[in-house]
């Protein structure tokens, strides 16, 4: 059998023991090399990668090594005509180097500045928030609130007004430090590394929102030192990154990071002490006073030319009916801010009140579908008999009572 380098053999052992064979796919040589490349002395095996008589099919590798076999041999071309002999000249020295793959940082010349929309109001704690952007100063800030108040999109059109480059990041159970850091990609038949989002925002200057970050999992504790605002170590590409003046961080969530007591948001993790108290700030934001609503939901209606003021305060006077009794635990569902802008959404394409606020109701359960329905009927009565109309049903009339 051939006999491989010290740092080649080093890997196939490690490998071995781990219960490896050949072929390897790109995600087992990263975990390879994770988990023993520093105690064992070798580094990323371009030997293997970059080795096309190696390569059996996309990001699949044969390693017959593993299974105690010689490595594959390229087969050698057609002998051509023997050229006429040369004088004999000194043979090059051939230096074999264990090298990581080629490196490409996946930044590009556009912007990464959002648009503004027409349609945002203003509210909560956007004053607070957009101060801490315009600072230039790192501090970390946490949003916590129930959904569809506005949280994320406060973050972007701060940015937006402010034409500061925004990058958002969906927190999963799933997310990792490779989703989050950046990781190797096999582009055109290379592997080249590609920054992820995180580096992106800290060589722009940009802000990073970590989008409902209580979904995630102790593998997000790869961010510490970005939650400092100091420099991170990439020990793939033996690389150190540093915040670019003006970065900082966002994070949003349902919950304040304390879990999840009453099953209302699914996945919702305990987050580590560590990690929330990194964070400089935290606000809490609720929904919006009924005026500020009322506005945001006008503001809709004249984006896609349905202006309906009538309507308007009757989708905002009945959603803060159900908010309140939601508070005081009346019931276990609310209706947010974004459920009125799609009522909006669906009043303009069905030009029907009773129907857009039966969809934007429709998936809860029975019960509650058919209280806030009922309470809708009683806070526009107009609603059931033009409803009533349309479909060719009778009004048998409605009750003044809150079915609550």
Same mark, same amino acid.
């Given at each position: 059998?051939?006999?491989?380098?010290?740092?080649?053999?080093?890997?196939?052992?490690?490998?071995?023991?781990?219960?490896?064979?050949?072929?390897?796919?790109?995600?087992?040589?990263?975990?390879?090399?994770?988990?023993?490349?520093?105690?064992?002395?070798?580094?990323?095996?371009?030997?293997?990668?970059?080795?096309?008589?190696?390569?059996?099919?996309?990001?699949?590798?044969?390693?017959?090594?593993?299974?105690?076999?010689?490595?594959?041999?390229?087969?050698?071309?057609?002998?051509?005509?023997?050229?006429?002999?040369?004088?004999?000249?000194?043979?090059?020295?051939?230096?074999?180097?264990?090298?990581?793959?080629?490196?490409?940082?996946?930044?590009?010349?556009?912007?990464?500045?959002?648009?503004?929309?027409?349609?945002?109001?203003?509210?909560?704690?956007?004053?607070?928030?957009?101060?801490?952007?315009?600072?230039?100063?790192?501090?970390?800030?946490?949003?916590?609130?129930?959904?569809?108040?506005?949280?994320?999109?406060?973050?972007?059109?701060?940015?937006?007004?402010?034409?500061?480059?925004?990058?958002?990041?969906?927190?999963?159970?799933?997310?990792?430090?490779?989703?989050?850091?950046?990781?190797?990609?096999?582009?055109?038949?290379?592997?080249?590394?590609?920054?992820?989002?995180?580096?992106?925002?800290?060589?722009?200057?940009?802000?990073?929102?970590?989008?409902?970050?209580?979904?995630?999992?102790?593998?997000?504790?790869?961010?510490?030192?970005?939650?400092?605002?100091?420099?991170?170590?990439?020990?793939?590409?033996?690389?150190?990154?540093?915040?670019?003046?003006?970065?900082?961080?966002?994070?949003?969530?349902? =919950? +304040?990071?304390? $879990? #999840? @007591?009453?099953?209302?948001? *699914?996945? %919702?993790?305990?987050?580590?002490?560590?990690?929330? &108290?990194?964070?400089?700030?935290?606000?809490?934001?609720?929904?919006?006073?009924?005026?500020?609503?009322?506005?945001?939901?006008?503001?809709?209606?004249?984006?896609?030319?349905?202006?309906?003021?009538?309507?308007?305060?009757?989708?905002?006077?009945?959603?803060?009916?159900?908010?309140?009794?939601?508070?005081?635990?009346?019931?276990?569902?609310?209706?947010?801010?974004?459920?009125?802008?799609?009522?909006?959404?669906?009043?303009?394409?069905?030009?029907?009140?009773?129907?857009?606020?039966?969809?934007?109701?429709?998936?809860?359960?029975?019960?509650?579908?058919?209280?806030?329905?009922?309470?809708? =009927? +009683?806070?526009? $009565? #107009? @609603?059931?008999?033009?409803? *009533?109309? %349309?479909?060719?049903?009778?009004?048998?009339?409605? &009750?003044?009572?809150?079915?609550?």
């Amino acid at each position: 059998m051939t006999k491989l380098t010290k740092k080649r053999q080093a890997f196939i052992d490690a490998a071995s023991a781990a219960g490896y064979t050949s072929p390897l796919n790109r995600a087992d040589v990263v975990a390879i090399v994770d988990e023993f490349g520093d105690s064992h002395g070798f580094s990323w095996p371009s030997w293997i990668t970059a080795d096309m008589n190696r390569r059996l099919d996309r990001g699949v590798f044969d390693v017959p090594e593993l299974n105690g076999q010689d490595a594959p041999v390229a087969a050698k071309p057609a002998a051509a005509p023997a050229p006429a002999p040369a004088p004999a000249a000194p043979a090059p020295v051939l230096k074999t180097v264990e090298t990581a793959p080629q490196t490409q940082f996946n930044l590009t010349a556009g912007s990464y500045v959002p648009d503004r929309l027409g349609t945002y109001v203003p509210w909560g704690h956007f004053k607070d928030v957009e101060a801490i952007i315009k600072s230039g100063i790192f501090a970390p800030t946490f949003i916590t609130g129930l959904p569809g108040n506005g949280k994320t999109t406060m973050a972007e059109q701060i940015c937006a007004r402010h034409k500061r480059e925004f990058f958002r990041v969906n927190i999963t159970a799933m997310t990792d430090e490779e989703d989050l850091i950046g990781g190797f990609r096999l582009v055109d038949g290379e592997t080249v590394w590609q920054d992820g989002p995180v580096v992106h925002a800290m060589k722009r200057g940009g802000i990073l929102l970590l989008d409902e970050v209580d979904q995630g999992t102790p593998k997000m504790m790869c961010l510490q030192p970005v939650l400092e605002g100091k420099p991170i170590f990439i020990k793939k590409i033996n690389q150190w990154v540093e915040p670019a003046k003006g970065f900082t961080v966002v994070c949003t969530a349902n =919950t +304040k990071g304390q $879990g #999840d @007591a009453d099953g209302r948001f *699914a996945g %919702a993790q305990v987050l580590n002490g560590a990690f929330l &108290d990194r964070m400089a700030f935290t606000f809490e934001q609720g929904y919006p006073a009924v005026a500020t609503e009322k506005k945001i939901v006008k503001k809709n209606m004249d984006a896609h030319g349905c202006r309906d003021d009538e309507f308007a305060d009757m989708l905002v006077r009945w959603a803060d009916i159900i908010r309140q009794s939601f508070y005081e635990g009346s019931v276990d569902e609310v209706v947010t801010t974004r459920r009125l802008i799609d009522a909006v959404s669906a009043f303009h394409i069905f030009g029907d009140r009773l129907k857009a606020v039966e969809l934007v109701i429709a998936r809860f359960d029975e019960d509650t579908k058919d209280a806030f329905r009922s309470l809708y =009927t +009683k806070v526009d $009565g #107009d @609603a059931v008999t033009d409803n *009533a109309e %349309a479909t060719g049903t009778e009004v048998l009339g409605t &009750d003044t009572k809150c079915p609550f």
